[in-house]
């Protein structure tokens, strides 16, 4: 997160994987740090160390440019979508390991720092908590920071939750590297229910003390009330959810609607497709702004089709885009739907295209060209290496107005959304509909189930046909996953739904499929193709193994999830 301040690095003494800071004879001290007794000391130097756990240390390659990351992989190269049913990476970069059920502890691919950088932010959290009581400022302040400390501390026990399911809980303790021999406590794993019940309670107590708003331009993108809540929300629906069966629907409901009860947030108006490129819209909750000299990566040229130069990137699957629904809210496979197979772009659901670029779509100076033989955005245009391997491009999170040729000094200041309000609708409408059904309103609510995903659907660029009232909680849950499917997609969520529901088996077992469009005259002809080989999805999968270098570490202390 960037709060519009240039952002001052500091590293502190006994952080976790990090050298000791004992004094050894020579009596040095280190120039390229800042010493816990300035951070103690300098109110300053304190508050741009709290803003800076906001972000991590970037731990491998391919993650991030020109600024550390944050909480989620988000704009880096090989993203989240790419590790499921939504997209593959073109060139690999630890992702296909994952598609293919390769992922072990000793190679996890692209998502090989999740453990050692949110363990990390606890300990910095911590550490800041531990003196907050030393610092010199406004009791108000204080409360303030002490809500956002618990409020980072919490999104990085449910990035190890989410990931790996049952946590480590080390409570406010400042670990030291010697803690490594002497407290067994710290290798010892809490049940899921534990984890989620510590998580939403540290969320709790961050909610009671953070604002309702930031109010001025050095607040800018920190947490407030509703991130906090938002993130509870978030939280409590996984605990509900079959994978972690921890939680309830009506406490997940409840939830949601704390969120909602705020009347703040609501549906962004100013377009689907630009609701991405533009900081401090309505709806959003909580999100990572970037400066010019922070930017993360430069998405154009990055997932740019090869005809303009780009690398093609995370290149979107066919198994997504056949789940767009036509503009009659059916399936493409309902034979009344008005689907054609010889125009399959036509009459989608609008967010297909402001997510997707399909061949014939407009994009910057002409139409995509993913066709042969001749297609200038095809494997017989420029830079054939960069073509896509599923023969769509993406979209979304795109800013056409960037060049995507030498776009370095320009680009890459899009946001990054961690929450906004349709997640929370869309919460709200999954656990309401589990624990009352598709129309009942809660005691305590405007809405029932179903007019939450209506307020979803209606969104003015959208327009989706609403859903009738006395539809069924199977098709209610239909339902909402097709909306978290396709208003959510790339902004990893997918990922962790069909974990949470337990159809990873089944979706990520397809196989990853493409198109060949081939045109002859003024016709295009359509063949499905395998996009990527070998895809295979095993029951292990539904939680990530922790890194063999930290069962190591803990002296094999620390318990391995099943089947690595």
């Known amino acids: 997160m960037k709060a519009y301040i240039k952002p001052l690095y500091i590293t502190l003494c006994a952080t976790l994987a990090l050298t000791s800071c004992e004094k050894n004879f020579l009596e040095v001290e280190p120039t390229d740090r800042i010493s816990t007794t300035s951070v103690e000391s300098d109110t300053t130097i304190f508050e741009a160390y709290v803003l800076n756990r906001y972000i991590g240390p970037r731990l ?90 618990k ?26 590297l010697s803690d490594n021999l002497q407290d ?62 921890a939680g309830t629907w009506i406490a997940a409901t409840s939830a949601a609607q704390a969120v909602i009860s705020l009347n703040k947030y609501g549906i962004y108006t100013g377009g689907y497709n630009k609701m991405f490129l533009v900081n401090e819209t309505n709806e959003v909750i909580f999100e990572r702004l970037f400066t010019t000299n922070a930017r993360h990566v430069c998405l154009e040229i990055a997932n740019g089709p090869n005809g303009y130069g780009g690398w093609g990137g995370n290149t979107p699957l ?50 995509l060209e993913a066709f042969i033989p001749g297609g200038k955005d095809s494997k017989d245009g420029d830079s054939n290496w960069n073509t896509t391997k599923t023969g769509y491009y993406l979209k979304k999170f795109m800013n056409d107005s960037y060049p995507i040729d030498n776009p370095w000094d320009v680009a890459g200041m899009q946001p990054w959304i961690y929450m906004r309000y ?53 098709e209610m849950r239909d339902a909402v996953k097709y909306e978290r499917r396709v208003e959510l997609a790339f902004e990893e969520h997918r990922y962790y739904d069909v974990r949470r529901w337990k159809i990873a088996d089944i979706v990520e077992n397809k196989p990853a499929a493409g198109i060949i469009v081939t045109k002859s005259g003024s016709n295009f002809t359509y063949a499905a193709k395998s996009a990527l080989d070998g895809k295979l999805f095993t029951a292990k999968q539904y939680w990530l193994p922790i890194p063999r270098a930290e069962i190591l570490a803990s002296g094999n202390k620390l318990e391995q999830n099943a089947d690595y």
């Open 60 to 149: 491998q390659e391919k993650e991030s440019e020109g600024s550390n990351p944050g909480f989620g992989r988000g704009f880096e190269y090989s993203m989240m979508s790419s590790y499921t049913d939504e997209s593959i990476y073109n060139n690999d970069d630890g992702s296909w390991l994952i598609q293919r059920g390769q992922i072990s502890p000793d190679n996890l691919g692209s998502t090989g720092s999740f453990w050692s950088r949110s363990y990390r932010g606890i300990r910095e959290c911590n550490y800041a908590l531990s003196v907050l009581s030393k610092i010199t400022m406004s009791a108000g302040h204080k409360k303030m920071i002490e809500g956002e400390l």
């Open 151 to 176: 409020f980072i501390r919490a999104y990085r026990y449910h990035d190890i939750i989410r990931n790996y399911g049952r946590a480590v809980l080390i409570g406010d303790k400042v670990t030291q």
């Open 184 to 245: 067994p406590a710290l290798f010892k794993r809490a049940t899921l229910q534990e984890s989620m019940n510590y998580a939403i309670a540290q969320l709790d107590e961050a909610a009671a003390a953070l604002p309702a708003n930031n109010t001025g331009t050095w607040q800018l993108g920190r947490a407030t009330k509703g991130a906090a809540l938002a993130l509870k929300s978030r939280l409590a629906l996984y605990a509900a959810s079959p994978l972690y069966n």
């Open 318 to 367: 066919q198994n997504l885009v056949d789940d767009y629904q036509m503009v009659s809210g059916k399936p493409i496979t309902d034979p009344t739907s008005g689907y054609l197979a010889s125009q399959p772009y036509a009459n989608r659901d609008p967010r297909f295209g402001y997510t997707v670029i399909y061949n014939g779509a407009p994009y910057r100076t002409r139409s």
């Open 422 to 474: 349709a997640e929370v609708l869309l919460n709200f409408a999954e656990a309401a509909n589990e624990a009352y059904g598709p129309d009942v309103i809660p005691a305590g609510s405007a809405m029932s189930a179903r007019q939450a995903i209506n307020l979803v659907r209606a969104r003015p660029d959208v327009n989706m046909p609403a859903l009738a009232a006395g539809i069924s909680q199977a």
